[in-house]
T-cell receptor, first 112, second 110 residues
Framework: KQEVTQIPAALSVPEGENLVLNCSFT??????LQWFRQDPGKGLTSLLL?????REQTSGRLNASLDKSSGRSTLYIAASQPGDSATYLC???????????FGKGTRLSVIA | EADIYQTPRYLVIGTGKKITLECSQT?????MYWYQQDPGMELHLIHY???????EKGDLSSESTVSRIRTEHFPLTLESARPSHTSQYLC?????????FGPGTRLTVL
């Protein structure tokens, strides 16, 4: 059964810093890995989707990587801003008709 | 990007009432999901559907029920609301393994 872990659970950084959020998964036979952002009391916003055949995806200041052999994905945020403060979740889906498995998220605070 | 709509966005209701939370998507996705999330806590999958007339229970036991009569519509019903049902309910749909979420319904049962 797929399990997804995110470390750290919370992170506080000063504005302008580059940072990395970590996500690990136990079953390397994943179909996709998806990163989301959630603001308090809101739904989840999809940030990046990495298909199993890809190693990374980029969108603006965000870069997500995928290493299936080690069971890891990272979300890199460049030049962090206070508006980046949110909870970031990663989720993995295995091949076949199985639902996404979510990590518990990393709560990021960017201090001005 | 999928358009997913949830109504109502906020609901305050008394114990024992029957409620239905609505979820609709316009992208023709076969797969739809309901999650429950308490403030600051993790997501819990409570129901999902892989197509019309197909529904499955998720990882978290729930007293709610769902139906999937039309592809675009996946309502969640609580026959008798209780204070323990107070939470945020998030609907999602997916295609080719990419999932999209609605804005959520925040339910308070007094």
């Amino acid at each position: 059964k797929q399990e997804v872990t995110q470390i750290p659970a919370a992170l506080s950084v000063p504005e302008g810093e580059n940072l990395v959020l970590n996500c690990s998964f136990t079953d390397s036979a994943i179909y996709n890995l998806q990163w989301f952002r959630q603001d308090p009391g809101k739904g989840l916003t999809s940030l990046l989707l990495i298909q199993s055949s890809q190693r990374e995806q980029t969108s603006g200041r965000l870069n997500a990587s995928l290493d299936k052999s080690s069971g890891r994905s990272t979300l890199y945020i460049a030049a962090s801003q206070p508006g980046d403060s949110a909870t970031y979740l990663c989720a993995a889906i295995n091949s076949g008709n199985t639902p996404l498995v979510f990590g518990k998220g990393t709560r990021l605070s960017v201090i001005a | 990007e999928a358009d997913i709509y949830q109504t109502p966005r906020y609901l305050v209701i008394g114990t024992g009432k029957k409620i239905t939370l609505e979820c609709s998507q316009t992208m023709g996705h076969d797969k739809m999901y309901w999650y429950q999330q308490d403030p600051g806590m993790e997501l819990h999958l409570i129901h999902y559907s892989y197509g019309v007339n197909s529904t499955e229970k998720g990882d978290l036991s729930s007293e709610s029920t769902v139906s999937r009569i039309r592809t675009e519509h996946f309502p969640l019903t609580l026959e008798s609301a209780r204070p323990s049902h107070t939470s945020q309910y998030l609907c999602a749909s997916s295609e080719f393994g990419e999932q999209f979420f609605g804005p959520g319904t925040r339910l308070t049962v007094l």
